[in-house]
């Protein structure tokens, strides 16, 4: 057994390789989430067995983020628990598989749930083949029973990993800006919860207009721009102690800030007499580094996973268009060509595609390209579109969605979308909300 620890969470791998029937076809249970548009795999998710009737509530809490977590996704079809024919009790042993396989689950999820003499919470689940009479997947969890949900989401996180072959996203944060009031007194906060919108808390109180959170790389620091006093600054906050720093004061307005893979530096667009550059500033000694010179206007740079080259959009061509820019060399180079203007770009997390906000003809999109430009695809589009952020696995996209007046009230929204363009889903917020920024895996 392999025992690690994940922020509080002890994790242990059960690898007891059973096979019930060898004689089935060993064919690897898998979905192609390349496809465009791929099949949801059937899935059984039962009710873990409670040792007690505490660890019994916090079991079926479980089952019930794992199932959402799942479905949301769009790769899973959850199967209806009424349908399901052995009982609970009965799968503490081993599965039946011809019962699961008459209401033709492909994938059948069981666990426990128990609560320790020390308090903690211990659970256990098994992912099996149906077909095959395979157990894919053993895992122990020790935690607090406070961590209940982030426990549903790494096991989220290991089913989604083991049937896709790419790491899941459940078990992440987005930070965003919660807005409230009328148009001409809007109050804008930052606010932070679970990717399904869970756990929701506000980070500044909207006595400051807040704008463009992002993460660190450490998911413990987040950088954005506030207006204090009508003047536009950029600050670090810090979620585990709540304090908040500015990164100093600047000549001119600074904007659209974003850390360097590493952690180590912040990159934003600083304008200076009328022209607006591309500056890093080194977190350490506060030391900042001009990166283009032109009379243009410069900004919403974004690193490459590689930290060697940066994503910006630029009118140096006559309007709105994205450029990529070596940092040894500072070569630069247009990467689109087609209608309309860009701007928001952010490199994905696996480096190999960049998304944007795209404008023409009216309405906004989303969409990625290569890093080359090649192989543009807009993924959605609408009255306005705006703001694309990468889940760290580099296969789902959320960005904010506002419609006209007289549809959800004109009002913007979280939404997600799958990198093919499909399962665009509302996440749920209790207020209007835009400029969301997904965090790496916690």
């Given at each position: 057994m392999l025992k690690i620890f994940i922020n509080g969470i002890s994790l242990v791998l059960l690898s007891f390789g059973i096979c019930l029937d060898p004689g089935r076809s060993s064919a690897q249970l898998r979905v192609d989430i390349t496809d465009g548009n791929p099949k949801p795999l059937p899935i059984a998710v039962t009710e873990f067995f409670g040792a007690d009737p505490n660890a019994s509530k916090l079991g079926n809490s479980i089952v019930r983020v794992i199932s959402n977590d799942l479905e949301r996704s769009g790769l899973f079809k959850l199967i209806d628990r009424r349908a399901f024919i052995q009982s609970?009790?009965?799968?503490?042993?081993?599965p039946q598989f011809p019962a699961w396989r008459q209401i033709n689950a492909q994938a059948l999820v069981v666990g426990t749930a128990q609560t320790l003499e020390t308090g903690k919470l211990r659970v256990d689940f098994r992912l099996w083949d149906v077909f095959s009479s395979k157990q894919?997947?053993?895992?122990?969890?020790?935690?607090?029973?406070?961590?209940?949900?982030?426990?549903?989401?790494?096991?989220?996180?290991?089913?989604?990993?083991?049937i896709t072959g790419e790491d899941g996203y459940f078990d992440t944060r987005v930070v965003y800006v919660a807005e409230t009031g009328p148009a001409k007194k809007r109050v804008k906060r930052l606010a932070i919860m679970d990717q399904d919108g869970a756990n929701l808390r506000y980070l500044t109180d909207g006595s400051n207009l807040v704008l463009t959170p992002r993460f660190s790389p450490t998911a413990q620091e987040i950088t954005y721009l506030a207006y204090v006093n009508n003047r536009p600054r950029v600050y670090i906050y810090n979620i585990d102690t709540g304090q908040r720093e500015a990164l100093g004061d600047f000549p001119g307005m600074s904007f659209a800030?974003?850390?360097?893979?590493?952690?180590?530096?912040?990159?934003?667009?600083?304008?200076?007499?009328?022209?607006?550059?591309?500056?890093?500033?080194?977190?350490?000694?506060?030391?900042?580094?001009r990166l283009t010179k032109h009379p243009a206007i410069d900004t919403s740079p974004s690193f490459a996973p590689d930290g060697r080259r940066i994503v910006f959009n630029s009118d140096r061509g006559g309007q709105q268009q994205l450029y990529v820019m070596t940092l040894r060399d500072r070569k630069v180079r247009r990467i689109s060509?087609?209608?309309?203007?860009?701007?928001?770009?952010?490199?994905s997390p696996r480096g190999d595609l960049i998304a944007f906000t795209k404008m023409f003809k009216g309405e906004f999109a989303i969409g990625v390209m290569r890093p080359d430009g090649s192989?543009?695809?807009?993924?959605?589009?609408?009255?306005?579109?705006?703001?694309?952020?990468?889940?760290?696995?580099?296969?789902?996209?959320?960005?904010?969605?506002?419609?006209?007046?007289?549809?959800?009230?004109?009002?913007?929204?979280?939404?997600?979308?799958?990198?093919?363009?499909?399962?665009?889903?509302?996440?749920?917020?209790?207020?209007?909300?835009?400029?969301?920024?997904?965090?790496?895996?916690?």
């Open positions: 609970r009790e009965s799968l503490r042993r081993l894919l997947i053993g895992r122990r969890l020790e935690t607090e029973p406070s961590n209940w949900r982030r426990v549903a989401h790494i096991i989220s996180d290991s089913i989604y990993k083991r800030p974003r850390f360097s893979p590493d952690g180590n530096r912040v990159i934003m667009s600083i304008a200076k007499n009328g022209n607006s550059d591309i500056y890093t500033m080194d977190l350490p000694t506060r030391r900042t580094k060509y087609g209608t309309g203007r860009y701007a928001t770009p952010v490199w192989g543009e695809r807009l993924l959605t589009k609408g009255f306005l579109v705006e703001s694309p952020t990468w889940a760290p696995n580099g296969r789902v996209l959320m960005f904010f969605r506002k419609d006209r007046l007289g549809k959800q009230s004109g009002q913007p929204k979280l939404f997600s979308i799958d990198l093919t363009g499909y399962n665009e889903r509302l996440i749920p917020t209790p207020t209007s909300s835009s400029d969301p920024a997904w965090s790496p895996l916690n």
